[in-house]
């Protein structure tokens, strides 16, 4: 369990390395193990450096940096064991614009990559630009969800649509 | 291996049989607050075998099933069906099924049926079969709404059971 | 202590049962202490129903409808007692775009009748379009936060500037 | 009374002397994540005399000083200005004054200094100022990053010291 544990965590690091950096658009993180003595027990520690800062731990980032680093997390435990579908809940809420575009970019190439299925829920415009395709869930009826495909223009009206 | 549909009936908000086709790529899901896109989330996850009611924002089981409207009885039953493809046989022990259809049925006050290919089976091999598939009801792979908020909040003990999820 | 408790709390449910119905669009709620006889060691429960739906406590609304019922929490609170500046850092992320509207029309209610001057950050598009004025936070040297005057068009193309 | 200046130098980010006019109405501060817009909300709640550095995202109130970059170097001092109007008088005790100017300086490993209109004041003085006007650092017209996702997940008993404000 040890040894397995500690593979895991070497092979998550290299993947949180490089997606960091994607994400960011620059700078550097590492996974920090607190007692690498005791794997099985230890916590785990996020350093980063987004781009012209200095490393500091996960809880001195903002708010949209701190989420994006655990994005990177996400996705580097992902990584080691890719699943034929990925579902995220309104993932792109703290994001700016630039960090969602560098966000999708990252799906998109997943999605070719191992051929995984995305499902997405958002409401931010640009996330629902990036999708192949759009469906709408309504309450027409009230307390009644029902399912309809609808196109880009519709969809950003829906979001609107009581 | 593809997932390829989902349907939903009596699920939560769902009391209409609802379809939804997976498709290779980014689908988007968009509405309005409250109008049901975390219950698709969640109908998935309990078809995966999801045996915690608090994972699925519900007090019980029960509370999974519609629960009726001004203008709508409620529902004694609920049901979720994944579709798989398993074309490439990529599924050992499924080996001559092309399609697999997951069902997870409840009855008021009466548990949890599971079949494969209306054939019936445990929770356990349902969480099995998708566990192979490196996918499951609390994988890494679905984030739920707020989740991203609680591991930027949680203690580093907390923060190495994501790696055990790669080990 | 506990009259004053009891006056504050009959005075709080009362902007928020206006308060809810306004951000909304319509529904009803209502503000429940656990144990009315030691309301100073009690818990406060929201019981919420939004239109078209069965009343029911807080935490089984979605996660934008549960926002915009503590967003009508904390405004019921702060109308028993205005104050002249009211922050509001990334609130509106979890809302679509009507429940974004509603409440923009709130905050500029009370922005008229209690010349409250407001301070609101925002990624929102909505919410950046209906400001009376504002201001890009850059960090054109990395590192170095500095604050120019924008329009919205700038301000939007801010949003993805590094 | 209304509060109309912000001046901020060498608190977190803010190395170089920034003026925010806060004028009526709604005032909208936009840019990219990390920019320093949480910072401008923390350098108010400061100046209002919080003396908890946890409540300002710091580990101690040293943090709170410009740590430097790779061009800049670090500061040893910060200072937060709010200067406020009173041309309707309603600030009773300081009744002579037109306009107020409260100032909160730290000095590296020397604590913090307070002045209203230039004459030193105690931290007492300035949270009964502020508390006068039915605002302060821990007051809910203060809305921080990731707050109201808090008052959701937070516990009945929790919620409600919020009406403890009303009282
Ligand atoms: N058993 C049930 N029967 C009927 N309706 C239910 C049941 N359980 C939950 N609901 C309804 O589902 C709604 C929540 O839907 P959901 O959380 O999926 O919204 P959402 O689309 O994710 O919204 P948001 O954008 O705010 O996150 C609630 O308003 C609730 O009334
Ligand atoms: N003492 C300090 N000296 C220099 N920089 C600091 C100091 N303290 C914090 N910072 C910097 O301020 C940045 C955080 O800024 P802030 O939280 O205000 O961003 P934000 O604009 O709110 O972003 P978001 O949109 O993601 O919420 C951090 O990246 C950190 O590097
Ligand atoms: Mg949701
Ligand atoms: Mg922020």
Redesign the interface.
């Known amino acids: ?1 040890k040894i ?2 500690m ?3 070497t ?2 690091n290299t993947n949180f390395k490089m997606l960091f950096t994607e994400l960011f658009g620059g700078g550097e993180a590492y996974l920090a ?2 007692d690498s003595e005791n ?1 099985l ?6 350093m980063a450096s987004p781009p012209g800062k200095k490393l500091q731990q ?1 809880s001195l980032l903002s708010g949209g940096e ?2 994006l680093t ?2 990177a ?2 996705f580097s ?2 990584l ?12 792109d809420a ?1 994001l700016d614009e630039s960090n969602v575009d560098r966000f999708l970019d990252l ?2 190439s997943i ?1 070719e990559k191992s ?1 995984t ?7 931010n415009r640009l ?2 630009a ?10 027409q ?7 309809v495909s ?1 196109s880009l223009k519709e ?1 950003v009206k ?5 | ?3 390829t549909k989902l349907k939903i009936t009596g699920f ?5 049989t ?3 086709d ?20 969640e109908a ?1 996850k309990w078809n995966m075998g999801e045996a915690g009611p608090s994972r699925l ?1 519900a007090g019980e089981m029960n509370d999974l099933i519609f ?6 009885a409620s529902r004694n039953s609920a049901e979720v069906i994944l579709t798989i493809e398993n074309i490439d046989n990529s599924l050992q022990s499924y080996e001559n099924n092309v399609e697999l259809e997951v069902s997870r049925k409840i009855e008021k006050d009466g548990g949890s049926t599971y079949t494969i290919n209306n054939r019936e089976v445990r929770q356990r091999d349902v969480q099995i079969l998708f566990a192979d ?3 499951g009801s609390r ?11 609680q ?2 909040n949680s ?3 907390e ?2 059971k ?6």
């Open positions: 369990a397995r544990l593979e895991a965590y092979n998550v193990l607190t794997p027990d230890s916590g785990l520690e996020l996960m701190q989420a655990a994005m997390l996400i435990v992902f080691s064991k890719p699943s034929p579908i990925c579902i995220l809940d309104e993932v703290p799906i998109e999605s051929k299925r995305f499902l997405i829920v958002s409401h996330t629902m990036r999708m192949h395709r759009l469906y709408g869930v309504t309450m009826e009230p307390g009644v969800s029902q399912l609808v969809a829906f979001d609107n649509v009581e | 291996m593809k997932f939560k908000s769902f009391v209409d609802t379809l939804l997976i498709k290779q790529g980014l689908t988007g899901l968009v509405g309005p607050n409250g109008c049901g896109k975390s219950n698709i989330v998935i924002r629960a009726g409207t001004k203008g709508r598939l490196a996918i994988s890494n792979a679905i984030v739920d709404q707020g989740q991203v908020g591991i930027i203690k580093p003990q923060r190495r994501i790696l055990e999820e790669a080990a």
